[in-house]
T-cell receptor
């Protein structure tokens, strides 16, 4: 089945630690995105990538880093500089330059501070 | 002003009621529009696209008003299972960037 896989489902971070969230897609989509969602809030864009080896900051990129070495993979690292990392993190993908195509989401990673 | 705005609600309605949500957007050149549904602690899932002429899918009707820059979602004969947060999504005129509204929470009561 084609889709987006995020792992782990739950993640705990110790103070001062960097953690990496995985996102893999087999939909052959060019564009991938990372969002953060806080309780009762909408989605906020962290980073996005429209092509391999290229990515752009979203609205709340501080304290996060990404890489796009392969088309199917877009891992997100939550660094120790992100002081309030507890949130629901969603990865999405879409066909770039096809404006009538929606994004497809993974089922998310919940990150908490220990 | 936010690019895409929604009334956060919650909208509390009885089963069988008709309820409508609006979503306003600021970029008049926006190209494409969608409604997503998000259940508690789950990922958003596509509910329906919004076409210029309006479109219907069962009990759900989506409409676009370009002059006033808003989209709407109408739910008829509400079911308990319709309880969720409804997110509107706007794609920019370049066709390469999505913006989500903050979501409207709907609670359908027996």
């Amino acid at each position: 089945d084609g889709g987006i896989t995020q792992s782990p489902k739950y993640l705990f971070r110790k103070e001062g630690q960097n953690v990496t969230l995985s996102c893999e897609q087999n939909l052959n989509h060019d564009a991938m995105y990372w969002y953060r969602q806080d309780p009762g809030q909408g989605l906020r864009l962290i980073y996005y990538s429209q092509i391999v080896n290229d990515f752009q900051k979203g609205d709340i990129a501080e304290g996060y880093s990404v890489s796009r070495e392969k088309k199917e993979s877009f891992p997100l690292t939550v660094t120790s500089a992100q002081k309030n990392p507890t949130a629901f993190y969603l990865c999405a993908s879409s066909i770039v330059r096809a404006s009538n195509q929606p994004q497809h989401f993974g089922d998310g990673t919940r990150l908490s501070i220990l | 002003r936010k690019e895409v705005e929604q009334d956060p609600g919650p909208f509390n309605v009885p089963e069988g009621a008709t309820v409508a949500f609006n979503c306003t957007y600021s970029n008049s050149a926006s190209q494409s529009f969608f409604w997503y549904r998000q259940d508690c602690r789950k990922e958003p899932k596509l509910l329906m696209s919004v076409y210029s002429s309006g479109n219907e899918d069962g009990r759900f009707t989506a409409q676009l008003n370009r002059a006033s820059q808003y989209i709407s979602l109408l739910i008829r004969d509400s079911k308990l299972s319709d309880s969720a947060t409804y997110l509107c999504v706007v794609i920019n005129n370049a066709g390469n960037m999505l913006t989500f509204g903050g979501g409207t929470r709907l609670m359908v009561k027996p």
